[in-house]
């Protein structure tokens, strides 16, 4: 079997053209994976495959390659930077044991970077930070390190330093050995001499050393005390362990710099990866759950001994069929295994099991814990899923996904498309979580929801030209909420008397408002056996049906508790059924009385504008409903920080770029549901009543 110790299982994540992608082809080439590179401005990177990734140069899905340095295997994973595809960096975060955060050296922490880094707390991944594009105009590695210090809130372990910037610059200072890397300008990652570090950078990289060390040694009390009172100088060897120990325990994160374009200062960073980032055997394991999601107290151990047990992170369709990426946590596979589907309680046979170089692929006869594989011709698995032995079922905590919170309504242009849209449809279901579509009952649309415009964007060119359905697509819906503002007390009765057995069922109960994201609450307080317990789930399941459809707007209904607290039963006409419509009826009867209003979603929107720009983007920013939080100056601009209603926000990358001459950028993010004003609320009203009567 293969060594554990030498797997490192990594992903490497950053705002949106911070250079990943780039990162990733430079990985491959130096590894000797790839012999051409390809750029992504050119569109042809290996790991952006997808029409939509190469035309925009962006990255939508993550892509798993597979590659080898210094007899340690690699499992790589690029992942996207834009932030309606968050869910892709959020599900890589969840099957890795270490990351790569890149930031641009002119860029610096950038919106989308908080939200990943934010991710990859919550997940507990070690990581090393790369300030890329150092070769930039505006470029600064001290800024983006501080900027590391006081965004981030993460403590930056610096272990080179660039040498020149910009245009000039050529290398960087290896802190550890005290050595220069100085690379000619063949663009060769190989063609670099390591030399004495020139003289006016001497004494800095002295004082980084002395700082490193300290550092670094904090993972070792015994050592720094010694250190400290001078009684030893720690050998390289001994720093290094200090580094793995303290990087894997995330007490500080070792910062490395460069050019990924220019290949400059990208050995360093392999070598770190193989030097301080965790084998799968050194990461915490994968805790079990029950049925319910919550903890057993049992754990994944990585091991190949151990049962099988494996989580399907990714469902991927491509031209050789349906790809269900898997990270192995324990036990071993081998082609032909029956395995089961914890979720779904069936058995899937393992037909052809592939390791993944981007687009091209190696046949596998067997896989074993710590590995990243891709499995073809899987019929029932979906993200999240666990799979495990037949004999040893299991459950391995699942992932959450965001709600969508934008939508819209599309058809097929052609008279047949339905078919073969629906098709299509529940294909990209299966690969994207958060993205859901829904059949209108009463008008027969098929509405799509999903994170964001772009969001859906993409997903309707990827119908139009990997499935050839054209769509007629309407204007994007807003995702409403309904809530109330008032406790009430209030009694219904729901009796029928119509020959042979009657309905009977009396509740007397208090409906308010619950905390803001507690959802539907619902608890009994009845005494004296009034209403008789067995029917409690039936009351709860009345008014808990009817929290879909709110009475201002017809909207689900958010944060409402609801207390059973007396009532009456006839010993023979009361049954499940009398109390469910008796809830039923009492949902209709006190929620209007409750003050209910409308809520909208609101975003957490952060934009970046030139300075002599700034005044025109608050100004519109406020026409728009929004709030500004915050602003903070950069060297090359400003950053605003607001909330606002999304439904203020459609078309706005059209507008910004026309107030800022095309320079500003902006990303957001769903932040919480916020009640609408009474204007607002007046034309949703209207606007869903007059699609009502279209109906």
């Excluded at 349906?322 to 058995?347: E, H, M, P, Q, W």
Aim: hydrophobic share 35%; proline share 5%.
């Amino acid at each position: 079997m293969a060594d554990l110790s030498k797997y490192r299982n990594i992903g490497i994540f950053a705002h949106v053209d911070a250079g990943k992608t780039t990162t990733t082809e430079r990985i491959l080439k130096l590894t000797g994976m790839i012999h051409k590179i390809g750029e992504v401005h050119d569109g042809e990177s290996t790991t952006d495959f997808m029409e939509q990734e190469a035309e925009r140069g962006i990255t939508i899905q993550s892509a798993a390659v597979t590659c080898e340095w210094k007899k340690h295997r690699f499992n790589v994973i690029d992942t996207p930077g834009h932030v309606d595809f968050t869910v892709e960096v959020y599900r890589s975060l969840k099957v890795l044991d270490g990351g790569i955060g890149v930031f641009c050296g002119s860029g610096g922490v950038e919106p989308q970077s908080e939200t990943n880094w934010r991710y990859a707390n919550e997940s507990k991944v070690a990581r090393l930070i790369f300030v890329n594009k150092l070769d930039r105009l505006g470029a600064n590695f001290y800024r983006v390190k501080d900027q590391v210090q006081n965004v981030l809130g993460a403590r930056p372990l610096v272990m080179t330093l660039p040498i020149g910037e910009e245009d000039d610059f050529v290398g960087v200072v290896d802190v550890l050995s005290q050595k220069a890397y100085i690379w000619d300008d063949s663009g060769q990652p190989e063609n670099y001499k390591v030399e004495d570090i020139p003289a006016d950078m001497v004494d800095d990289a002295a004082a980084y050393r002395e700082e490193m060390i300290e550092t670094a040694l904090e993972a070792d009390e015994d050592m720094l005390m010694e250190y400290l009172e001078g009684e030893m100088t720690p050998t390289e060897e001994q720093i290094k362990a200090c580094i793995r120990k303290g990087t894997n325990e995330l007490m500080f994160f070792p910062t490395y710099c460069g050019s990924a374009f220019k290949n400059k200062g990208m050995q360093l960073l392999l070598d770190a990866v193989v030097d301080y980032l965790p084998s799968p055997t050194e990461v915490p394991p994968q805790p079990l759950t029950d049925e319910e999601g919550e903890p057993t107290g049992e754990f994944a151990l990585v091991d190949a001994e151990e049962p099988f047990r494996a989580l399907a992170f990714k469902i991927m369709d491509d031209r050789f069929g349906a790809l269900t990426f898997v990270r192995i946590y324990s036990g071993k596979i081998k082609k032909g295994d029956t395995i089961l589907n914890s979720f779904t309680g069936k058995t899937e046979r393992v037909g052809r099991m592939v390791e993944m170089q981007a687009e091209d692929r190696t046949e596998l006869t067997e896989a074993q814990a710590g590995d990243i594989l891709a499995i073809v011709g899987m019929k029932n698995v979906q993200t999240g899923h666990t799979l495990c032995a037949v004999k040893e079922p299991c459950t391995l905590e699942a992932m959450v996904f965001p709600e969508p919170v934008i939508s819209i309504a599309v058809s097929p242009k052609e008279k047949g498309g339905a078919e073969k849209m629906g098709i299509a449809i529940g294909k990209m279901v299966a690969e994207d979580p958060t993205f859901q579509v829904e059949t209108d009952e009463d008008s027969g649309e098929t509405i799509l929801k999903g994170m964001g415009e772009l969001h859906l964007d993409i997903k309707v060119d990827i119908l139009k030209r990997t499935y050839g359905v054209e769509l007629a697509v309407g204007k994007p819906q807003v995702a409403y909420r309904e809530t109330i503002t008032q406790e009430i007390e209030d009694s219904y009765t729901h009796k029928k008397q119509s020959g042979g057995s009657g309905q009977f069922g009396k509740i007397d109960y208090r409906i308010k408002p619950g905390e803001p994201n507690s959802g539907f609450k619902f608890t009994s307080t009845v005494v004296g056996g009034n209403v008789p317990k067995e029917f409690f789930p039936a009351i709860e399941k009345g008014f808990a049906g009817m929290m879909e459809e709110g009475p201002v707007a017809g909207f689900p209904v958010l944060d409402v508790e609801v207390e059973l607290f007396d009532g009456g039963f006839h010993a023979v006409d009361s049954s499940a059924v009398a109390f469910e419509i008796a809830a039923k009826g009492a949902f209709r009867q006190s929620m209007p009385k409750a003050g209910a209003q409308l809520l909208e979603p609101t975003m957490k929107v952060d934009v970046f504008t030139p300075e002599d720009h700034v005044g025109d983007v608050i100004g519109d920013l406020n026409r728009r409903r929004g709030m500004i939080k915050d602003q903070e100056a950069g060297t090359t601009g400003v950053r605003i920080k607001a909330d606002v209603p999304l439904s203020e926000m459609f078309g706005y990358i059209g507008h910004l770029r026309t107030i800022t001459s095309g320079r500003g950028q902006f990303s957001m993010e769903f932040s919480h549901y916020a009640s609408a004003p009474a204007n607002v609320a007046e034309q949703v009203i209207a606007e869903v009543k007059e699609r009502n009567e279209k109906k």
